[in-house]
């Protein structure tokens, strides 16, 4: 069991990366920062149910392959945390269940490691889950602020990552105080890393926050070279409702609360990305609270389905809490693809949804 002593920590410490990375963590757990007003726009899908599916449920295979990795089921423990003790914690917790129940696992915002390079420990989980698809993660917005190509590089290595993701976070950044605006000229540099790290054999995932990708975005970021785009849509946690419990400035609480319903629904994300390039891999993520939400991810064309924060409130008990719910998630997958007639994800991708 992680053991919390969040305002200690807090009232010993200046508001630092690795504070606000404890503040993020606490406010999840303790406050309903759910986007209100968006959903992920799932609910109004259906599968048309086959009553006679005509293949007994034992065949059914949830097995993938991705970025060379073999999983067995399409999830993805999404990007948390890391940064502090109690993050760190978190992210061991994670990875144990990850390795076990066979998912990937993405790590918290690197950026805090390479401040404080005592923090990279937090980041450091290949020891108990040496087989798991692992992607490590910065804010792309930090490539105008001076990390370089050379410090993807190191964070890869920090990490034993297979994957990069830089993460999109304008509304964020925004809201923050101390947050970092400048996006001009991003997306040639994004295209700088694609390229080196593609030489490298490193994917580049190109990750939104909570409020999705338009289909603009999607198809630049695809000319950049991405390799992947997890469009994180709204209908999750919303980071403007984080941010407005983690300031303590009562005008800019007030400015952070006009975006509890901004952004993109996880569907039309979906829709967006999948449109922007057949050779994108597609990662849905936003407001996925199920097997049935997962089902529909990928029959929308998504080959991973990325959940966060029921991962976070199981790992502050324990890995098994972890696992258990992964196992939860995988038998409603597989339950969905019986009572829709697919036996494999292939099956699965090409399943019509219906709308309500």
């Known amino acids: 069991m992680v053991v919390f002593n969040f305002m200690e920590h807090r009232k010993m410490t200046e508001v630092t990366t690795t504070v606000r990375k404890d503040d993020h963590i606490r406010i999840n757990l ?32 949830t097995t993938l392959t991705v970025f060379g990795r073999p999983l067995s089921v399409p999830l993805l423990i999404s990007c948390m945390t890391g940064g502090t003790r109690i993050a760190g914690d978190i992210n061991r917790t994670l990875a144990e ?77 925004a809201l923050q105080p101390e947050g970092n605006t400048n996006f001009s000229g991003l997306l040639a540099k994004v295209e700088q890393v694609c390229s080196a790290l593609a030489r490298d054999g490193v994917p580049v995932v190109a990750k939104e926050v909570g409020w999705g990708f338009s289909e603009e975005t999607c198809r630049a970021l695809a000319a950049a070279g991405v390799a992947a785009i ?20 009562e005008i800019q609480k007030k400015v952070a609360t006009a975006f509890a319903d901004w952004g993109i629904s996880t569907a039309k994300a979906l829709c967006n990305a999948r449109n922007c390039s057949p050779e994108i891999i597609v990662i849905a993520s936003g407001g996925l609270r199920n097997g049935v939400d997962v089902a529909k991810s990928i029959a929308l064309g998504a080959s991973l389905a990325g959940i966060a924060r029921p991962f976070l409130e199981a790992a502050v008990r324990s890995s098994e809490a972890v696992l258990q719910a992964v196992q939860i998630i995988e038998e409603q997958l597989r339950i969905s693809m019986f009572c829709a007639g697919s036996k494999d994800i292939g099956e699965l991708q090409q399943t019509r949804l219906l709308q309500r």
């Open 30 to 61: 303790e406050h309903d920062v759910q986007s209100n007003g968006v959903s992920n726009g799932l609910e109004g899908l259906y599968f048309d149910h086959q009553a006679a599916p005509e293949f007994d449920m034992t065949a059914v295979d």
């Open 230 to 249: 997890d469009v994180a849509g709204a209908g999750g946690t919303s980071w403007s409702q984080v941010e407005m419990h983690r300031s303590e400035n």
């Open 97 to 173: 269940a990850a390795q076990q129940g066979g998912v990937a696992l993405g790590l918290g915002s690197m950026r805090v490691a390479l401040e404080y390079p005592e923090t990279v420990l937090s980041f450091q989980v290949r020891d108990v889950a040496p087989d798991v698809l692992l992607l490590a993660n910065l804010g792309a917005v930090q490539l105008n602020y001076g990390i370089a190509l050379e410090d993807c590089r190191r964070i890869i290595e920090m990490a034993q990552a297979d994957v990069l993701v830089l993460h999109f976070n304008a509304l964020q950044e």
